[in-house]
């Protein structure tokens, strides 16, 4: 069924207010992007929902219509998940953003999809509690539970969807549905968080999200380790693991992303092979972990290790790690960047990683190595200029060699920037007949296909 752009704006005017549907060219330009190096695309109409009955209304219009929808956060996303390639209505959840209710005594918080985490902790930190999941953006929620998000704190707590207890979903066609309860376990039907987390917006719009929160630890302690070699800082994290220290972060960062931390910073770190490690609970357990820690570590040709309890000095110390994507756009001005992600099991990553180095050196494109080394995920930041075909293919080239080195070891394309469009070549090969499953149920939601189309699962893509 065929409508104009200016209908559908006057027919969403009906449900919405007038300042809540925009077909601005700079609103559009704005939602047209993420962070990655995709190349972008205008939706045709932004509107802004203030709750959950407006996205309802907007979703039985589109699918009436058959105009496709992409559902948008923050647009901090890394593999082109937002970017309207079918350009139609982009649903920007930035005024969805109240803390709903804190339930203290269940450890859970209900929050609409525009909270981000930074703001929810700050909230929580009244209640002496804390959100876990840290992905480096200040993400939204709703997004971070769109793309199954982690980040430096996966090791001990997990990704986000350990964390949803329950989501408010609405389907393509306006149904509103709960995916779970408040109870901490059920054995009761599918598992319908565990399929919606993750989904990239392909199934439906999230609109309420129930989440679980943790107490603030007593005590803190971070640290930096420098190690000769990738192998030896690889082999004590899992010694580390091994011994069931109760390590909160664990993060490598290889001696070229040092040594632009370094310019960046104007510090004077060794320009080695470095871990950045975090541990938090009740101080005496502490000191007994953090010996241990540096016994282990030792043992592992640790070259040197300084450790941190004062806040200030910790977060100076984590700063090395937290900016260093800025270090490298500002060290290669001009360029883009790149970031793959592949996870593999602990046991196949010193060698995924030297693999990836030596791949990023004889291919002669500028980057560095980093990974949550705790969980077998990790990234090569790669910068590229994006005016230069050749360089461009050799970086698609390089980021391809990795994700098959990856997924010829039982790994995964993505640990968790998730599948967008970037990732979408690879899921035939990394999910074989699974794949035509997920397919199936994205059909029977959304028959029409026009939930963020062409993303994560699409129609027909199974490479059958």
């Not at 998940?81 to 209505?89: A, E, F, K, R, T």
């Not at 082999?235 to 069931?244: N, W």
């Not at 560095?368 to 969980?375: A, E, N, P, Q, R």
Request: glycine share 8%; aromatic share 6%.
């Amino acid at each position: 069924m065929s409508i104009s752009i200016d209908n559908i704006v006057l027919e969403l005017k009906k449900l919405l207010t007038d300042e809540q549907v925009s077909v601005n060219l700079t609103v559009r330009e704005l939602h047209s992007k993420d962070e990655s190096y995709h190349e972008a695309s205008l939706p045709d109409i932004v509107v802004f929902p203030k709750n959950t009955d407006e996205v309802s209304q907007i979703m039985k219009l589109a699918n009436n219509y058959q105009i496709p929808v992409v559902p948008f956060g923050r647009g901090s996303s890394l593999e082109g998940h937002i970017i309207p390639y079918d350009n139609g209505i982009t649903i920007d959840f930035s005024l969805m953003d109240k803390i709903l209710e804190v339930r203290e005594s269940d450890l859970l918080v209900k929050v609409q999809p525009g909270v981000t985490r930074t703001q929810l902790n700050k909230e929580l930190k009244k209640y002496g509690l804390f959100f876990s999941v840290d992905p480096g953006a200040d993400a939204t929620l709703g997004g971070m539970a769109a793309t199954n998000a982690s980040g430096t704190t996966t090791v001990k707590y997990g990704v986000m969807r350990d964390q949803v207890r329950d989501l408010e979903v609405v389907l393509a066609d306006g149904t509103v549905m709960h995916t779970g309860s408040l109870a901490a376990k059920s054995a009761s039907g599918l598992h319908l968080n565990g399929l919606f987390v993750g989904s990239e917006g392909t199934l439906g719009c999230f609109t309420e999200l129930t989440l679980r929160v943790y107490g603030i630890p007593e005590f803190t302690t971070a640290a930096r380790a420098v190690f000769p070699t990738v192998q030896n800082a690889v082999e004590a994290v899992t010694s580390i693991l091994q011994a069931g220290i109760p390590i909160a972060r664990v993060e490598l960062v290889d001696e070229e992303s040092i040594r632009q931390v370094n310019h960046y910073n104007d510090m004077n770190y060794a320009e080695r092979p470095t871990l950045f490690l975090e541990f938090d609970g009740n101080e005496a357990g502490l000191k007994q972990d953090v010996e241990f820690t540096k016994e282990i570590m030792e043992d592992h040709g640790c070259e040197e290790i300084q450790f941190e309890t004062d806040n200030t000095a910790r977060t100076k110390l984590w700063d090395a790690r937290h900016n260093l994507a800025y270090a490298y756009i500002h060290g290669n001005v001009g360029k883009k960047m790149m970031i793959t992600d592949v996870c593999v099991p602990i046991s196949e990553l010193a060698e995924a990683v030297i693999f990836a180095r030596k791949e990023l050196h004889s291919n002669g494109l500028t980057g560095g190595i980093t990974g949550h080394v705790g969980d077998g995920n990790f990234h090569s930041i790669i910068m590229i200029d994006m005016n230069d075909a050749e360089e461009v293919a050799k970086a698609d080239k390089y980021n391809e060699k990795i994700v098959h080195y990856a997924l010829e070891r039982n790994g995964t394309c993505t640990g968790e920037h998730g599948v967008g469009i970037g990732k979408q070549k690879y899921q035939a090969l990394e999910h074989g007949t699974a794949l035509q499953v997920m397919e199936k149920i994205k059909i029977a939601l959304d028959p029409n296909n026009i939930l963020n189309p062409r993303k994560n699962v699409n129609i027909g893509d199974s490479g059958e």
